[in-house]
């Protein structure tokens, strides 16, 4: 059974950081590109970084150019997302996965 479970979100105030983590089982996790999508209140699904099977490539939505760092450790089955300069339009729920399979989501809210 394939399995990813994110974890990591919370409340912050605008301008600090977070780190998702997304723990994967039950495929062969090294052989699969990897993605970060969101879902902000109201709003369809963005994706907010890519990063290739080996972890040589990312690639990231222009708003979060410079402030989110993606990642992952093919030896321990896990994918990041460094988070840093939060700002309130950050604010939604972060999904890791891969094709169209993606886990169920961990919240992410920027408030002061």
């Known amino acids: 059974e394939v399995r990813l479970v994110e974890s990591g979100g919370g409340l912050v105030q605008p301008g600090e950081s977070l780190r998702l983590s997304c723990a994967a089982s039950?495929?062969?996790?090294?052989?699969?590109?990897m993605n970060w999508v969101r879902q902000a209140p109201g709003k369809g699904l963005e994706r907010v970084a890519s990063?290739?099977?080996?972890?040589?490539?990312?690639t990231y939505v222009d708003s979060v150019k410079g402030r989110f760092t993606i990642s992952r450790d093919n030896a321990k089955n896990t994918l990041y997302l460094q988070m840093d300069s939060l700002k309130p339009e950050d604010t939604a729920v972060y999904y890791c996965?891969?094709?169209?399979?993606r886990g169920q989501g961990t919240q992410v809210t920027v408030s002061s």
């Open positions: 039950g495929f062969m996790f090294s052989v699969y590109p």
């Open positions: 990063i290739s099977r080996g972890g040589s490539t990312t």
């Open positions: 996965g891969f094709d169209s399979t």
